[in-house]
């Protein structure tokens, strides 16, 4: 209700505390596309000068020079449309959080068969009987027993890992 106010004093022109928030809002979005990758922010089809402008943002180490180019990211993402952006952005991030439950779920069930044995191995086949139930009890076996070398049931462990999650690829 305060900025219609506002908007209506001064004609079409927004507030100058408007203004700010907007300002704010796009150096903050330029902040996390200084975070991207590079390959990433090429996907995204940024244009050239606010693109050059975060490559060289990621090299700058002088807080005040940082502070700076941040500022001047900011002011050029005023001038293009954040919406699509932002979309990207989102998505991105939930692309991650997708992909980080996928993985402790992943973990979950490899901890399971280690300390539950046979168990959660029973568990597992119901649930995906494509599963080589041989190949797991070797590998839960090797990761688990104590008369081989640290290393190995390391690799044991990895290599159990990598086989739930070729079933839980198998089965989606």
Known sequence: MQE????QEFGDRPSKSARKREASAAQDLGTKLIA??????????????????????????????LARQRQYIGKLMRDIDAAPV???????????AFESEKHKRLESWRTRLLSEGPAALDEL?????????????ALIQKATTARVD???????SRELFRTLRGLFEASS
């Open 4 to 7: 219609d106010e506002e908007t």
């Open 36 to 65: 991207l990758k590079e390959s990433e922010l090429a996907a995204l089809g940024l244009p050239e000068k606010l693109f050059d402008a975060i490559v060289l943002a990621k090299r700058i180490t002088a807080r005040g020079g």
């Open 86 to 96: 932002e979309a990207a952005l989102n998505a991105r991030s939930h692309n991650a």
């Open 125 to 137: 086949v119901k649930w995906c009987p494509a599963a080589d139930r041989k190949s797991l009890q």
């Open 150 to 156: 640290s290393g190995s049931r390391d690799a044991a």
